[in-house]
């Protein structure tokens, strides 16, 4: 008999086939993106409230099921499914009131008529959340509790799974990732937050940006005097890519592993040597506009910019994390990396730029811990009831950053620097002129530990599937529309086609390529206001009916 360890990321989401009796991994499903339109989470909250949370649920489910379906198991063998993901991510998946998470306030929720939700451990029926004659009828399906409302079974993961729940001395852990979670522990007391860093950070929203995932460029290093590209291979190993010059574009050797893209670790790199070397003078303007990173990969003034905000962003809630906590910044002792762009970063590279505060004394890297507490609650190695004692135990102070203060001055510092240019000298002198310190100046290198070569370690003896196509279209009826096509012209990602069919005009969006709530391009540029994104229906190009 089979389990399952299903982690609902908010870039992807990954699935793992565990065999009960050998307690071992059997095979990883990976989706390149998340199945719902949008590029973070609040997009994702955003469609489910105007568009309808059944056609979200029906999606990601839709999703899930095509996951299953690349294991090539009589789904009847499968007894048992833990789910970890943030609370937007695993409501959404219960199909249960996401209301109170859009809407801060309690009259406001009063208004809405919303009641307190609990999120804690919940177990259902796989027909619960599936439906009748689905294959998983008897299953038991296991939602893993959040902590408190913002904070996830996602955050619980990346406590759980690190030393940081353990850790004696003040330390910070982040899963990096398009929402950025993380906390800070001091003693017995836990201070958490969550960044809304975008998905730069894990190669979205970046020219020739892509996920981890093979091709995908995860490291660069300086050789001979050139730009030596890391390319994960086929098994997610890291691989040798071209030697290049990055300002000319020459390939000086080829490499061993062809680059197709650059993930959001790759460019966390790549900035920091252009930084570090000085081939960038002045933020985010980069020589002739470009750099040159392979054959078809190149990196813009734009992407820098992109990837700024996203790294600023984290930087801005770890130093917030300290100044509410009331420390000073060398108090930090630990400092405690998750998730796939958590992984596969050099932490040095990341540290020299912002992504882990300059003056951390250990770097301690990790892989999904999502995952992995997952894959621990399937195989018993983690009783139920510990996971609820242990998520009841950890009383976290929460710091909603949207209306803090200290982080949108700090971030307003970010900004300045990453896509004005702004000196580090004037960045300081703002952060003082805000009543904060200034970041010192450190020449230590820290202790860095990697404790896993990859995001998810053991893969299993099958190896890893990468799902790209999960074809899925939402569309809309485009009353008025005059096929002049603009909108199918302006889609950053090629993401909607119109489509005329039975006397009518329709516009269909691939959902998972769509950018959703935050882009909603399409609309604006559309001359006789014929797109709205508002009445919606989801389907599938296979088998699923319409919803």
């Given at each position: 008999?089979?389990?399952?360890?299903?982690d609902?990321?908010?870039?992807g989401?990954r699935?793992q086939?565990l065999?009960?009796?050998?307690?071992?991994?059997v095979?990883t499903?990976?989706t390149m993106?998340?199945?719902?339109p949008?590029g973070?989470v609040?997009?994702?909250?955003?469609f489910?409230?105007?568009?309808?949370?059944?056609?979200?649920?029906?999606?990601m489910?839709?999703?899930i099921?095509k996951?299953?379906?690349?294991l090539h198991?009589p789904?009847?063998m499968?007894?048992k499914?833990?789910?970890c993901?943030?609370?937007?991510?695993?409501?959404?998946?219960?199909?249960?009131?996401?209301?109170?998470l859009?809407?801060?306030?309690?009259?406001?929720?009063?208004?809405l008529?919303i009641?307190e939700?609990?999120?804690g451990?919940?177990i259902?029926?796989?027909?619960?959340?599936f439906g009748i004659?689905?294959?998983?009828?008897?299953?038991?399906i296991?939602?893993?509790?959040s902590?408190e409302?913002?904070i996830?079974?996602?955050?619980?993961?990346m406590?759980i799974?690190?030393?940081?729940?353990?850790?004696e001395?003040?330390?910070i852990?982040?899963?990096y990732?398009?929402n950025?979670e993380?906390?800070?522990k001091?003693?017995?007391?836990i201070?958490?937050?969550?960044?809304?860093?975008?998905?730069?950070?894990?190669g979205?929203?970046i020219k020739?940006?892509?996920?981890?995932?093979?091709g995908?460029?995860?490291d660069v290093?300086?050789?001979?005097g050139?730009?030596r590209?890391?390319v994960?291979d086929?098994?997610m190993e890291?691989?040798?890519?071209?030697?290049?010059?990055p300002?000319t574009?020459v390939?000086v050797e080829?490499?061993?592993v062809?680059?197709?893209g650059?993930?959001?670790?790759?460019?966390?790199?790549?900035?920091?040597l252009a930084?570090?070397?000085g081939?960038?003078?002045?933020?985010?303007?980069?020589?002739?506009?470009?750099?040159?990173?392979?054959?078809?990969?190149l990196?813009?003034?734009?992407d820098?910019?992109?990837?700024?905000?996203?790294?600023?962003?984290?930087?801005?809630?770890h130093?917030?994390?300290?100044?509410e906590s009331?420390?000073?910044?060398?108090?930090?002792?630990?400092?405690y990396m998750?998730?796939?762009?958590?992984t596969?970063?050099?932490?040095e590279?990341?540290?020299?730029?912002?992504?882990?505060p300059v003056f951390?004394?250990n770097?301690?890297q990790f892989?999904?811990?999502?995952?992995?507490?997952?894959?621990?609650v399937?195989?018993?190695?983690?009783?139920?009831?510990?996971?609820?004692?242990?998520?009841?135990?950890?009383?976290?102070?929460?710091?909603?950053?949207?209306?803090?203060?200290?982080?949108?001055?700090?971030y307003?510092?970010e900004l300045?620097y990453?896509?004005?240019?702004?000196?580090?000298?004037?960045?300081?002198h703002?952060?003082?002129?805000?009543g904060m310190p200034g970041?010192?100046?450190?020449?230590?290198i820290?202790?860095?530990?990697?404790r896993?070569?990859?995001?998810?370690d053991?893969?299993?003896?099958q190896?890893l599937?990468?799902?790209?196509d999960?074809?899925?279209?939402i569309?809309?009826e485009s009353s008025?529309?005059?096929?002049?096509?603009?909108?199918?012209?302006?889609?950053?990602?090629?993401?909607?086609?119109?489509?005329?069919?039975?006397?009518h005009?329709?516009?269909d969006y691939?959902?998972?390529?769509?950018?959703?709530?935050?882009?909603k391009?399409?609309?604006?540029v559309?001359?006789?206001?014929?797109?709205?994104?508002?009445e919606?229906?989801s389907?599938?190009?296979?088998?699923?009916?319409?919803v």
């Amino acid at each position: 008999m089979y389990g399952i360890a299903l982690d609902l990321g908010t870039s992807g989401f990954r699935l793992q086939l565990l065999n009960l009796s050998k307690k071992s991994a059997v095979k990883t499903v990976m989706t390149m993106r998340h199945p719902l339109p949008g590029g973070n989470v609040i997009d994702h909250l955003g469609f489910a409230i105007q568009v309808g949370q059944d056609s979200a649920n029906k999606i990601m489910t839709h999703t899930i099921h095509k996951m299953l379906d690349e294991l090539h198991i009589p789904l009847e063998m499968i007894t048992k499914i833990a789910v970890c993901g943030n609370p937007i991510q695993l409501s959404l998946f219960q199909n249960i009131e996401i209301r109170d998470l859009a809407y801060a306030g309690k009259n406001m929720q009063r208004r809405l008529g919303i009641e307190e939700v609990k999120r804690g451990l919940r177990i259902y029926k796989g027909s619960d959340i599936f439906g009748i004659d689905s294959g998983l009828d008897e299953c038991e399906i296991i939602v893993l509790p959040s902590i408190e409302h913002e904070i996830g079974a996602d955050a619980l993961a990346m406590m759980i799974k690190t030393d940081f729940i353990r850790q004696e001395e003040i330390a910070i852990v982040t899963d990096y990732g398009t929402n950025a979670e993380m906390a800070l522990k001091v003693g017995d007391r836990i201070v958490t937050c969550s960044a809304a860093a975008g998905p730069s950070i894990e190669g979205q929203g970046i020219k020739c940006g892509m996920l981890a995932s093979p091709g995908a460029i995860s490291d660069v290093n300086i050789e001979d005097g050139f730009w030596r590209m890391t390319v994960l291979d086929e098994n997610m190993e890291p691989g040798k890519g071209d030697l290049i010059d990055p300002e000319t574009g020459v390939i000086v050797e080829k490499g061993e592993v062809y680059a197709r893209g650059i993930t959001g670790t790759g460019v966390i790199s790549a900035i920091s040597l252009a930084v570090n070397t000085g081939l960038i003078k002045k933020l985010p303007e980069l020589p002739k506009g470009r750099l040159v990173l392979g054959e078809t990969v190149l990196l813009t003034d734009e992407d820098i910019a992109e990837a700024g905000k996203a790294i600023g962003a984290i930087r801005a809630a770890h130093l917030t994390l300290l100044i509410e906590s009331g420390l000073k910044y060398e108090d930090l002792k630990y400092m405690y990396m998750s998730g796939a762009s958590g992984t596969y970063v050099d932490a040095e590279k990341g540290r020299k730029i912002g992504l882990a505060p300059v003056f951390s004394k250990n770097i301690v890297q990790f892989g999904n811990t999502s995952l992995e507490l997952a894959k621990d609650v399937v195989l018993g190695n983690f009783e139920l009831d510990e996971i609820v004692e242990l998520a009841d135990r950890i009383k976290a102070d929460h710091i909603m950053l949207a209306s803090n203060d200290t982080f949108k001055n700090i971030y307003a510092c970010e900004l300045a620097y990453w896509t004005e240019g702004m000196q580090a000298e004037m960045y300081n002198h703002f952060l003082e002129a805000y009543g904060m310190p200034g970041l010192p100046e450190v020449t230590d290198i820290p202790s860095i530990e990697q404790r896993v070569n990859k995001d998810i370690d053991d893969t299993g003896y099958q190896g890893l599937k990468i799902i790209k196509d999960l074809d899925m279209i939402i569309e809309e009826e485009s009353s008025g529309c005059m096929q002049c096509k603009i909108c199918e012209r302006e889609c950053p990602e090629q993401a909607l086609h119109v489509v005329p069919k039975d006397g009518h005009v329709y516009v269909d969006y691939t959902a998972h390529l769509c950018l959703g709530m935050s882009c909603k391009r399409c609309v604006g540029v559309c001359p006789v206001k014929a797109i709205s994104y508002r009445e919606i229906r989801s389907f599938s190009t296979g088998d699923m009916p319409a919803v």
